[in-house]
Nanobody
Framework: QLQLVESGGGLVQAGGSLRLSCAAS????????IGWFRHAPGKLREGLSC????????YYADSVKGRFITSRDNAKNTVYLQMGSLKPEDTGVYYC????????????????WGQGTQVTVSP
């Protein structure tokens, strides 16, 4: 069963950078489409990215396109979210999960997420 553990969150000033990690044990992450989503207080869950196991194009939400990059290191069985040019509105709990697109809504859905990691961006 896919079990994921997120890490790397913290407090950063606006304009700064952070790199989040998503690690798995017992399974090979390279076989899965893995992405990131976040949940901010008072806001709906927002899908941020989906990195396909096939190596096809990576999905990014418009809110993070050009600022965030999702990548994987198969040797470390880890997926990363490199975040740059951070804004206070990026504050939230970040999760990684197996991602897929809902054929009816065209929205990205996520399964098997971990406990999340808190990202706080100060003005």
């Amino acid at each position: 069963q896919l079990q994921l553990v997120e890490s790397g969150g913290g407090l950063v000033q606006a304009g700064g950078s952070l790199r989040l990690s998503c690690a798995a044990s017992g399974v090979t992450l390279g076989y899965y489409d893995i992405g990131w989503f976040r949940h901010a207080p008072g806001k709906l869950r927002e899908g941020l990215s989906c990195l396909r196991s096939s190596g096809g194009s990576t999905y990014y939400a418009d809110s993070v396109k050009g600022r965030f990059i999702t990548s994987r290191d198969n040797a470390k069985n880890t997926v990363y979210l490199q975040m740059g040019s951070l804004k206070p509105e990026d504050t939230g709990v970040y999760y990684c999960g197996a991602c897929r697109i809902d054929p009816y809504t065209s929205e990205y859905e996520y399964d098997h997420w971990g406990q999340g990691t808190q990202v706080t961006v100060s003005p």
